[in-house]
């Protein structure tokens, strides 16, 4: 007979502590609402301080001044980017950071998302279509079925499939729980993003979503098999996730500043400036501070509050230059991958992954994609998102990787010189590209064409 026993199996557990889920979200914020939340904070916790600015010497200083020029040179040469975002050249009292803020709604900046994405003809229709029809949370009202018919209706045949991969892609767009069709759905979506698929809070969302109001912990915990610390710390988690991804408003005004700007000085260098107007530099609060070493004069109660807001105090200082060095240490690869772009201009981008930049910083390939969302950088050729930058390609005869714009750029460049009695097939042009070197098939140039919204050669015949 076969004896029983038991043994201790090592087993690793992804724990992610309430601080590290706030770390990774920071990572993640857009300039402007990082300081609204950083203003909050200030307002919050008084064991943190702005530290206050250096008194300011009247005298003239010739190494200063010589410094301003060099900044006036360089923001008198961002005429293009001015005139592309509406900012006045002749307004000499004019923010120069201004020129890189604009207003968009929620369903613009979801479509630009999107047509990133998306890497279909179906995905972005249907996907526009989803995006139209989310609601004012951020949901979205309607099943799978009910897509298919609505678009069926519109003269489109999708499967089931098409409907869901679509909604997939939608649903990985920023922020993070859009397009959930109901809260549970929202949640999974966010820990997904934070790369929580086997944390606890997930399984606890995922399996028990409808007896986490009802049941105590020990019910939770002898579920799930963990200790009910561990639900007490899940809970704590998804207290941090958003109930409403779009933030309650059908609209949603965006503001566009960037936080990086990419610059050459005066002896001809590239130069990374981390944009960091609007976001104070932090201390602790001297007095407060003074006052916990007198720990033995405050009751406990006080003791206890000190002691929480100087953690957090001491957080929100380490996360920010965590922000600032992963984002400059992000930029400095992007430029040293992507300097054909910045010496010569957009049509100069080269593919580039999100795994090659990631072994370059030396961090996981999860926190590039984080650290670049909602990111912006202002660039002698304008403002562009830092996810514009990670393209995919197509190989060339000799091998090297071309650049997926840079096809299509090609392509439209063919179809707007052709002769529009006899406008330019599919074939023809691939047969063109691979003439040029590109190694490309007549079916991606058709899909690189519909996804520009160019007609057919029939459509575009005269």
């Known amino acids: 007979m076969e004896k029983l026993s038991l043994r201790q199996v090592p087993q690793l557990r992804q724990i992610l502590t309430p601080r590290l889920i706030q770390t990774l979200k920071l990572l993640m914020l857009p300039k402007l609402d990082l300081i609204q939340k950083l203003n909050e904070e200030l307002q919050e916790n008084p064991l943190l301080e702005?530290?206050?600015?250096?008194?300011?010497?009247?005298?003239?200083?010739p190494k200063i001044d010589e410094q301003l020029d060099q900044w006036r040179k360089f923001f008198d040469g961002l005429s293009l980017a001015g005139a592309q975002l509406g900012f006045d050249e002749k307004d000499d009292t004019a923010d120069p950071l201004a020129i890189a803020k604009y207003e968009k709604s929620t369903y613009e900046d979801l479509m630009e998302q999107l047509m990133l994405a998306a890497t279909d003809e179906k995905t972005k229709i249907i996907g526009e279509f989803i995006i139209g029809n989310l609601d004012e949370r951020g949901f979205l009202p309607l099943t799978i079925e009910e897509i298919k018919n609505e678009l069926k209706k519109q003269g489109y045949e999708f499967t089931d499939d098409d409907v869901r991969r679509a909604l997939k892609v939608v649903q990985s767009l920023s922020p993070p729980g859009i397009a959930a069709r109901d809260l549970r759905e929202c949640l999974l979506i966010q820990l997904k993003d934070l790369g929580l698929e086997n944390s606890v809070a997930f399984k606890l969302v995922r399996d028990h979503f409808?007896?986490?109001?009802?049941?105590?912990?020990?019910?939770?915990a002898k579920s799930l098999g963990v200790d009910e610390e561990e639900i007490a710390a899940a809970?704590?988690?998804l207290s941090h996730l958003s109930f409403s991804p779009a933030g309650g408003r059908e609209t949603k005004v965006v503001h566009i500043e960037p936080d990086l700007i990419v610059a050459k000085d005066d002896r001809g260098e590239w130069q990374i400036i981390y944009n960091d107007q609007g976001i104070?530099?932090?201390?602790i609060n001297s007095?407060?501070?003074e006052l916990l070493n007198k720990s033995s004069e405050?009751?406990?109660?006080?003791?206890?509050?000190?002691?929480?807001?100087?953690?957090?105090?001491?957080?929100?200082?380490?996360a920010l230059r965590q922000r600032r060095n992963t984002l400059i240490a992000t930029m400095r690869a992007i430029l040293h991958f992507q300097r054909e772009f910045f010496e010569a201009g957009p049509e100069n981008l080269k593919p580039l992954t999100m795994e090659k930049v990631a072994e370059y910083v030396g961090v996981h390939p999860a926190t590039i994609s984080r650290i670049v969302r909602n990111k912006y950088v202002l660039t002698p050729?304008?403002?562009?998102p830092l996810r514009k930058f990670f393209v995919g390609g197509i190989k060339s005869h000799s091998g090297d990787m071309v650049a997926t714009d840079t096809v299509k750029r090609r392509i439209k460049e063919l179809i707007e010189s052709e002769n529009k009695h006899f406008p330019l097939s599919d074939e023809r042009i691939a047969q063109i590209l691979n003439y040029e070197g590109i190694n490309i098939a007549r079916r991606t140039v058709a899909k690189y064409r519909q996804q520009m919204g160019i007609p057919s050669a029939r459509m575009r015949r005269i």
């Open 50 to 61: 702005v530290v206050d600015p250096p008194i300011v010497d009247d005298k003239p200083n």
């Open 210 to 220: 409808d007896e986490l109001k009802t049941k105590p912990l020990s019910h939770l």
């Open 235 to 237: 809970k704590e988690i």
């Open 280 to 283: 104070p530099e932090l201390t």
């Open 287 to 289: 007095r407060y501070k």
């Open 298 to 318: 405050l009751s406990d109660e006080a003791k206890e509050f000190l002691l929480k807001k100087l953690e957090s105090a001491r957080w929100w200082i380490d």
């Open 381 to 384: 050729y304008g403002t562009f």
